[in-house]
């Protein structure tokens, strides 16, 4: 079984018929935007987006015993993981509605929804329907919406998703992946599908991810991969909910079989120096 549901995690673990082991990796879901839409392009909203979502709680009560703690695409024992990354992603929905208030949102006529110029804010988050993102997705509208956001959770299947990413979404979108050593420039670097197809406009963050994927030194590596990572959080150039092991079940009676945890086999000559040094 891999990856083991969180709902049966510790059902199979209390299972002797089943050995549990883990890949050591831990990932973590993350909003981000089209930068195409005007809404998106303000720091001060997507900054008031975070404050609204108590991303910690939401993994929490989620992930239960699969709950790792940290913010960011690189968990622990990954080069470019930061533990201080979280300090920018407080919950303080008091906060997201001032902040709101600052660029002309509020909620004049009592609906619930903030609008502005008479125009109520409305704009979609659209996730994939495998476990666990639409709990996450859920969990987290439902904040937005208790903050005042104009926003609907559009779930659909996964082929649906990677259709509508590369089509130009022209909304929020969530992902979840990318968490070994080159996911940060998979998802964020110059030359990343994703990247391009949100219209993101990151020139420090690229030049960073560049210099990264040919720096031998593994110190200096890892600088280079927190301050892009900073460079992408710090802005709120997406929204990180908190990191989550990956496990996978055998049967005990099974004898050499490795489980197979494919989101460690992203191994390219783009990002990985070792291929040809």
Same mark, same amino acid.
């Given at each position: 079984?891999?990856?083991?549901?969180?709902?049966?995690?510790?059902?199979?673990?209390?299972?002797?018929?089943?050995?549990?082991?883990?890949?050591?990796? %831990?990932?973590?879901?993350?909003?981000?935007?089209?930068?195409?839409?005007?809404?998106?392009?303000?720091?001060?909203?997507? %900054?008031?987006?975070?404050?609204?979502?108590? =991303?910690?709680?939401?993994?929490? /009560?989620? %992930?239960?015993?699969?709950?790792? =703690?940290?913010?960011?695409? *690189?968990?622990?024992?990954?080069? #470019?993981?930061?533990?201080?990354?979280?300090?920018?992603? =407080?919950?303080?929905? %008091?906060?997201?509605?001032?902040?709101?208030?600052?660029?002309?949102?509020?909620?004049?006529?009592?609906? =619930?929804?903030?609008?502005?110029? #008479?125009?109520?804010? /409305?704009?979609? &988050?659209?996730?994939?329907?495998?476990?666990?993102?639409?709990?996450?997705g859920e969990a987290i509208?439902?904040?937005?919406?208790?903050?005042?956001?104009?926003?609907?959770?559009?779930?659909?299947?996964?082929?649906?998703?990677?259709?509508? &990413?590369?089509?130009?979404?022209?909304?929020?979108?969530?992902?979840?992946?990318?968490?070994?050593?080159?996911?940060?420039?998979g998802v964020f670097g110059?030359? +990343?599908?994703?990247?391009?197809?949100?219209?993101?406009?990151?020139?420090?963050?690229?030049?960073?991810?560049?210099? *990264?994927?040919? @720096?031998?030194?593994?110190?200096?590596?890892?600088?280079? &991969?927190?301050?892009?990572?900073?460079?992408?959080? +710090?802005q709120y150039l997406a929204?990180?909910?908190?990191?989550?092991? /990956?496990?996978? *079940?055998?049967? +005990?009676?099974?004898?050499?079989?490795?489980?197979?945890?494919? @989101?460690?086999?992203?191994?390219?000559?783009? /990002?990985?120096?070792?291929?040809?040094?």
């Amino acid at each position: 079984i891999s990856p083991v549901p969180v709902s049966e995690l510790d059902r199979i673990k209390d299972d002797t018929g089943y050995i549990v082991q883990t890949s050591g990796l %831990e990932c973590a879901p993350w909003i981000f935007f089209d930068m195409t839409v005007p809404l998106f392009q303000d720091q001060k909203f997507r %900054e008031a987006m975070s404050y609204a979502i108590d =991303g910690e709680a939401i993994s929490r /009560n989620i %992930e239960q015993g699969n709950y790792a =703690g940290g913010c960011g695409i *690189a968990g622990r024992g990954v080069p #470019g993981y930061d533990p201080n990354l979280c300090k920018y992603f =407080g919950y303080d929905p %008091e906060m997201a509605k001032s902040l709101l208030a600052e660029l002309g949102w509020e909620d004049t006529d009592g609906d =619930g929804v903030v609008e502005k110029d #008479g125009e109520p804010m /409305n704009f979609g &988050l659209e996730i994939w329907s495998m476990d666990t993102m639409p709990r996450y997705g859920e969990a987290i509208v439902i904040q937005l919406q208790e903050a005042g956001f104009g926003v609907e959770l559009q779930t659909v299947e996964f082929g649906t998703w990677i259709d509508d &990413l590369f089509a130009g979404p022209q909304k929020a979108m969530m992902a979840s992946g990318f968490c070994t050593d080159g996911g940060l420039n998979g998802v964020f670097g110059r030359d +990343s599908a994703t990247a391009q197809a949100m219209s993101y406009d990151m020139p420090e963050v690229y030049d960073l991810l560049d210099q *990264a994927n040919v @720096t031998v030194d593994e110190g200096q590596r890892d600088a280079m &991969l927190r301050e892009a990572q900073e460079g992408i959080f +710090s802005q709120y150039l997406a929204i990180p909910m908190r990191h989550r092991g /990956n496990y996978s *079940a055998i049967r +005990s009676w099974a004898q050499d079989l490795d489980p197979l945890f494919w @989101t460690a086999d992203i191994t390219t000559e783009q /990002n990985n120096v070792w291929v040809d040094k």
